[in-house]
């Protein structure tokens, strides 16, 4: 049986570790309590924290303890990023709301029943009654502040124009506290976190060898970026790829997979999926000697939409999909669905008149951006090359009814097999 370390490290998931041969040994021992710590300073999680939940799971489904952490006392102060502006901080009402929604997305990817049932913890449970001499007599006093400032993200701040304010800089006091807090409380030997977290994951290991003796493990996952090194999902709409259906619709998320270069779909099918290592082979393969094929993106987006909006909205985005290029029927897609994909692919809304009439298709297909103008529009529909909900125009000038709005609302407009475009029909 693969050790999980060693899957680990195939799928490309561990950037850094404090002693991955001792870690090794402690998992093969026997059940390991661990955690992962997700702040809430924002309403969602976004597609790069799914590495370090899915890790999460890899490791209970080893056989190992999880604690999820959401931070609702360190989501009140926020973690120093490389940027030089001081984060906003947010109210407590606001923090404490996103805690609980940030929880709900965290939970459906763990077990929290069983022999290695996992946990939800808040480090606000064992902050908020401290006071302010206490945390700096038990805790300050084990940071050393030359230390503290050779943090990466640190000292970039200390280096910008505004500096670090106090409040920030404490922000991996507080974090370190949390390691030797869940230590106390449940025996958590192992911390997993993103990669560009590691000067704040030493300081929980080093704050528990100062106070207990004892040594405990880190654990890093990679900072995932796309072909052109952005943070991945960066470059969709938005400003990121979230995981709330409300702020990336499940239709979004899913072409974001599909469209990956082949170049990245390898190592995404290893973070992203539970598949085995000789079916990520065989896809990898395919993508290789069939590339215009993309099946490893489609089962790439298949899989990761599965596990953040579950099987009956992947059916539906799926349909979406075919549906939009001809090969399914439109009518069978929910509104919202059809909606999401269009405004994707790109909508504009367009007035009916008196008569129950809406513009002529060459002006629709200048209207959507899929004709530069009514004559081009005419000729593409002379060719053959244009479609209404999937059914080739014959008359580019003919008025097209409101009956021919998908669930009264919408058409589908096509130019050739790839360029679609919608329409939202407003009826007076």
């Known amino acids: 049986m693969t050790h999980v370390l060693d899957d680990l490290q195939w799928r490309g998931l561990v950037a850094l570790a404090s002693d991955l041969d001792a870690l090794r040994a402690e998992l093969s021992r026997g059940p390991v309590t661990y955690y992962g710590g997700f702040d809430p300073t924002a309403p969602s999680l976004h597609v790069g924290n799914l590495v370090l939940i899915l890790t999460l799971r890899r490791l209970q489904l080893a056989g190992h303890r999880p604690l999820a952490l959401v931070g609702g006392a360190t989501g009140l102060i926020g973690d120093p990023s490389g ?18 929604r940030i929880r709900a997305q965290i939970a459906p990817f763990l077990d929290f029943s069983g022999s290695y049932a996992a946990r939800m913890v808040n480090n606000l449970d064992w902050t908020a009654g401290l006071t302010a001499i206490e945390f700096l007599r038990e805790i300050g006093k084990h940071f050393r502040v030359n230390k503290m400032i050779a943090k990466d993200a640190v000292s970039a701040r200390l280096r910008s124009e505004d500096g670090i304010s106090y409040t920030e800089f404490s922000y991996q006091i507080l974090q370190g506290m949390d390691f030797l807090e869940l230590l106390k409380r449940y025996e958590c030997r192992l911390q997993a976190g993103g990669s560009d977290q590691w000067g704040n994951l030493t300081a ?3 704050l528990i060898r100062r106070v207990t003796g004892d ?3 880190l654990l890093a996952t990679p900072l995932v970026t796309d072909a052109q090194g952005r943070k991945l ?3 969709s709409g938005g400003g990121g ?16 997979f599909i469209n990956v270069e082949d170049a990245q779909v390898g190592s995404l099918l290893r973070i992203y999926t539970f598949l085995e290592r000789a079916e990520i082979e065989e896809l990898e393969k395919e993508t290789a000697q069939r590339p215009a094929a993309r099946a490893a993106q489609r089962r790439l987006a298949e899989e990761v939409t599965r596990l953040v909006h579950g099987e009956r909205e992947t059916r539906q985005v799926v349909a979406a999909s075919q549906a939009l290029f001809g090969r399914g029927e439109l009518d069978e897609l929910a509104v919202d669905t059809l909606r999401a994909a269009l405004v994707e692919a790109g909508l504009v809304q367009v007035p009916a008149g008196s008569d129950g009439l809406l513009p002529s298709a060459a002006e629709l ?4 951006g899929l004709a530069g103008s009514r004559n081009q529009a005419r000729r593409t529909v002379a060719e053959g090359g244009a479609y209404l909900n999937n059914q080739r125009i014959s008359d580019a000038d003919a008025p097209v009814s409101t009956s021919e709005l998908r669930h009264g609302r919408f058409l589908v407009l096509r130019r050739g097999r790839r360029v679609v475009a919608g329409v939202e029909g407003l009826l007076s």
């Open 83 to 100: 940027k030089s502006a001081e984060r906003i901080l947010n109210s407590t009402e606001q923090v404490g709301e996103w805690v609980e």
């Open 204 to 206: 929980g290991s080093d």
């Open 215 to 217: 040594s405990v493990h």
């Open 233 to 235: 999902g960066k470059s």
């Open 241 to 256: 790829l979230w995981l709330d259906p409300e702020l990336t619709s499940p239709y979004a998320f899913y072409q974001y």
């Open 365 to 368: 297909l200048v209207a959507t």
